[in-house]
């Protein structure tokens, strides 16, 4: 059982490290704009304020599942990209990718 816990404990503080995502490739230019590949890449892009800026390029590279989302945030799924303090106002081209499965559940907030 000890064990047990510690492994538990362990995976906790991996996955507190590793919640903000995996930053995307680029340089953020129209030439060379943030490449979103993953739903990891999607998560950094949703918690990182600092690109949310206007003249931020972004491409997605790939379709993404994010069924996964539905049981993230206590329940609330994926963080929105932007919010009422700090709007998206960047250029993120999906390139005919898609995104599926992705859930926000916070029902009452733009």
Not at 1 to 15: D, P, S
Not at 21 to 49: C, F, K, M, Q, V
């Amino acid at each position: 059982m000890k064990r047990l816990l510690i492994v538990l404990f362990i995976l906790g503080i991996t996955y507190m490290l590793t919640a903000d995502g995996t930053p995307a490739e680029g340089s953020r230019t129209e030439t060379d704009p943030y490449l979103i590949a993953t739903l990891d890449n999607l998560l950094w892009l949703s918690t990182t304020e600092s690109v949310w800026v206007t003249d931020i390029y972004f491409l997605q590279t790939a379709d993404i599942d994010a069924s996964a989302t539905q049981n993230w945030n206590y329940g609330q799924g994926f963080s929105s990209i932007g919010n009422s303090e700090y709007k998206f106002q960047g250029i993120y081209n999906g390139d005919e990718h898609i995104i599926d499965g992705l859930y926000i559940g916070k029902p009452g907030i733009d």
